[in-house]
C-alpha cells in the first residue's frame, strides 16, 4: 500500500459528460502529480502541484484541469469528455517540491468513455 | 512524447535467469528511476540513480547509467515467476518551479516457471 488514495476505481460515462477524480496524497506529502496511461500514448505526464500551487505542467489538454487544496488532496476534472479520453489516470505524491525523489502512486481511477 | 524508451519491449525468461532492460533518453537529466508496474496496478519505485552516479545495486537489482550515451539499464538477478510485470524508466528534468519526471514506454517481462 503506497498510502495515496484515488477515487473511483472505475468510472464510465458517456461523450461530453464531465467527471471528477479525486486523490489523497501520502500523509506529510505536499506534492502531487498525475498522470495519464493508455495503450497508445503510454503513461503521459499531465500536471503537478506542490502545496496548492501548479508546479510543472506536461501534456495536459485544455478541457482539463486540477487543483489541490488546503487539505493537500487534488482533484482532476475532465469535461467534454471524448472516446479518446478512456485511459487510466494515476495520482503520485511525493515529499519534495522538485528534484531528487520517488514518486508514490495510487492504484489509479480507469475511466472508460462510451 | 516519451522522454525514454525501454529496449526490448517485451522479455520472456525462465525462472532463475537474469533479466536486462534497456533504457534510452534524450535530454540531460537530474537523475533517472526505474518503476515496476503489475498489470493495471500503480506502478512502484525500485530504485534512483543520479546524474553523477554510474551504478546502483538494490537487492536483487543492478542499475547503470551512462551519461555520455544517454542510457541506462536494469538488471534482475535470478528472476522469480513474481518478477513479472512492467518495467519503466523516468528521466526527471526541473522545469523551473517543479520536476517533471518523464516515463518510457516500458518493457513487459515475463517470467516462466
Known amino acids: 500500500d503506497s498510502g495515496v488514495t484515488q477515487t473511483p476505481k472505475h468510472l464510465i460515462t458517456a461523450t461530453g459528460q464531465r467527471v471528477t477524480l479525486r486523490c489523497s496524497p501520502r500523509?506529510?506529502?505536499?506534492?502531487v502529480y498525475w498522470y495519464q496511461q493508455s495503450l497508445d500514448q503510454g503513461l503521459q505526464f499531465l500536471i503537478q502541484?506542490?502545496?496548492?500551487?501548479?508546479?510543472a505542467k506536461g501534456n495536459i489538454l485544455e478541457r482539463f484541469s486540477a487543483q489541490q487544496f488546503p487539505d493537500l488532496h487534488s482533484e482532476l476534472n475532465l469535461s467534454s469528455l471524448e472516446l479518446g479520453d478512456s485511459a487510466l489516470y494515476f495520482c503520485?505524491?511525493?515529499?519534495?517540491?522538485?528534484?531528487?525523489?520517488?514518486?508514490?502512486f495510487g492504484e489509479g481511477s480507469r475511466l472508460t468513455v462510451l | 512524447s516519451q522522454q525514454g524508451e525501454e529496449d526490448p519491449q517485451a522479455l520472456s525468461i525462465q525462472e532463475g535467469e537474469n533479466a536486462t532492460m534497456n533504457c534510452s533518453y534524450k535530454?540531460?537529466?537530474?537523475?533517472l528511476q526505474w518503476y515496476r508496474q503489475n498489470s493495471g496496478r500503480g506502478l512502484v519505485h525500485l530504485i534512483l540513480?543520479?546524474?553523477?552516479?554510474r551504478e546502483k545495486h538494490s537487492g536483487r537489482l543492478r542499475v547503470t547509467l551512462d551519461t555520455s550515451k544517454k542510457s541506462s539499464s536494469l538488471l534482475i538477478t535470478a528472476s522469480r515467476a513474481a518478477d513479472t510485470a512492467s518495467y519503466f524508466c523516468?528521466?526527471?528534468?526541473?522545469?523551473?518551479?517543479?520536476?517533471?519526471?518523464?516515463f518510457g514506454t516500458g518493457t513487459q517481462l515475463k517470467v516462466e516457471l
Open positions: 535530454t540531460s537529466i537530474n537523475n
Open positions: 502541484y506542490y502545496n496548492g500551487e501548479e508546479r
Open positions: 540513480i543520479r546524474s553523477n552516479e
Open positions: 500523509s506529510g506529502d505536499l506534492s
Open positions: 503520485a505524491s511525493s515529499a519534495y517540491p522538485g528534484g531528487t525523489g520517488e514518486l508514490f
Open positions: 523516468a528521466t526527471e528534468l526541473f522545469t523551473g518551479g517543479g520536476n517533471k519526471l518523464t
